[in-house]
């Protein structure tokens, strides 16, 4: 069980090239809960976070896994996601409103008025394909914290950009951090995900899919309970959606420079390509302890 697992910082090599990605790892929890033994397995763009990664991941701290009451190492392996964010500040814009003035030559969101008037701070994260025309489509809110109006303005100011025409549509990622100017400083909030068996079906017939739920936190970041708003394929991932969700720890939204409790949206990605499934063999015969139990997937 986890007790400390602090993000790690964003290269500045990365966010100067505007990079995004994320990095594998296994690695060692040893008996007295601190992290040995640890190695990349796979990085997406190489050559940005891996370092990074790697000193994060050694900074953890666990309640180490017991045998017969008696604690033992184990093996874990997880995933690191390096994303940028935008930060959107209640102050005058070049659009008109309470918003940043441009993102990357784009109008930024509205700091919507009464959330600066509550004091109240967040984030909202926007999912969108950008047709080979530059135009943005199917624009979706991906995460928020809390629900309502951080959703609106950050979705707002997305369906009104524009890119330079290319042969291929994309898929792009924005998310938003929604913050007082007044505010003090503190580090990004993590997204610690929990673990969950991939549904059968998904895993023999290699089907991958999305769930999209919405979450109740306490003020500490804690799902406290979940509720599936949607899936794809319909139904096939519920339950694991559901079991993840209510063993992660998510950014709280923060009110007068206190964190809160509030309700917030969540969507989780499955792919079979990278779980772990029944039956399964794929391991690191490079790495230690050979006859230990098989890490799960985090």
Same mark, same amino acid.
């Given at each position: 069980m986890p007790l400390s697992r602090e993000a790690p910082p964003y290269p500045e090599s990365a966010r100067l090239a505007n990079a995004e990605g994320s990095v594998e790892l296994a690695f060692t929890v040893l008996r007295d809960g601190s992290v040995g033994w640890a190695r990349i397995l796979k990085a997406e763009p190489s050559g940005f976070f891996e370092s990074a990664a790697l000193d994060g991941v050694r900074g953890w701290r666990f309640s180490p896994a017991l045998r017969d009451g008696a604690p033992v190492e184990c093996r874990v392996q997880?995933?690191?996601?390096?994303?940028?964010?935008?930060?959107? /500040? =209640?102050?005058?814009?070049?659009?008109?409103?309470?918003?940043?003035?441009?993102v990357d030559g784009q109008p930024g969101p509205a700091y919507p008025e009464a959330a600066r008037l509550a004091r109240l701070e967040g984030h909202a994260e926007v999912g969108f394909t950008v047709g080979s025309d530059g135009r943005v489509l199917h624009a979706q809110v991906?995460?928020?914290?809390?629900?309502?109006?951080?959703?609106? /303005?950050? &979705? =707002?100011?997305?369906?009104?950009w524009r890119f330079p025409p290319r042969e291929q549509a994309r898929e792009l990622r924005r998310r938003f951090d929604f913050k007082?100017? *007044?505010?003090?400083?503190?580090?990004?909030?993590?997204?610690?995900?929990?673990? /969950?068996?991939?549904?059968?079906?998904?895993?023999? +017939?290699?089907?991958?899919? #999305?769930? @999209?739920?919405?979450?109740? %936190? $306490? =003020? +500490?970041? @804690?799902? +406290? /309970? =979940?509720?599936?708003?949607?899936?794809?394929?319909?139904?096939?991932? $519920?339950?694991?959606?559901? !079991?993840?969700?209510?063993?992660? @720890?998510?950014?709280?939204? #923060?009110?007068?420079?206190?964190?809160? !409790?509030?309700?917030?949206?969540?969507? &989780?990605?499955?792919?079979? *390509?990278?779980?772990?499934?029944?039956?399964? *063999?794929?391991? *690191?015969?490079?790495?230690?302890?050979?006859?230990?139990?098989?890490?799960? %997937?985090?």
């Open positions: 997880t995933r690191v996601r390096f994303t940028l964010s935008d930060a959107i /500040a =209640a102050g005058p814009g070049l659009h008109g409103g309470l918003g940043a003035p441009e991906r995460s928020a914290m809390p629900r309502g109006e951080f959703e609106a /303005a950050a &979705l =707002a100011a997305v369906r009104s007082l100017p *007044d505010s003090p400083p503190r580090p990004p909030g993590a997204m610690l995900f929990a673990s /969950a068996a991939l549904p059968a079906e998904a895993c023999s +017939q290699r089907i991958g899919g #999305w769930a @999209r739920l919405e979450i109740d %936190v $306490d =003020a +500490q970041g @804690r799902v +406290q /309970a =979940a509720r599936v708003l949607a899936t794809e394929p319909a139904g096939l991932f $519920d339950a694991a959606a559901l !079991a993840i969700a209510r063993g992660s @720890r998510v950014a709280p939204p #923060w009110r007068n420079g206190e964190p809160v !409790a509030a309700t917030g949206l969540l969507t &989780l990605e499955f792919s079979p *390509d990278d779980a772990r499934c029944p039956g399964d *063999d794929r391991g *690191d015969p490079r790495g230690p302890g050979r006859g230990a139990p098989a890490p799960r %997937v985090s």
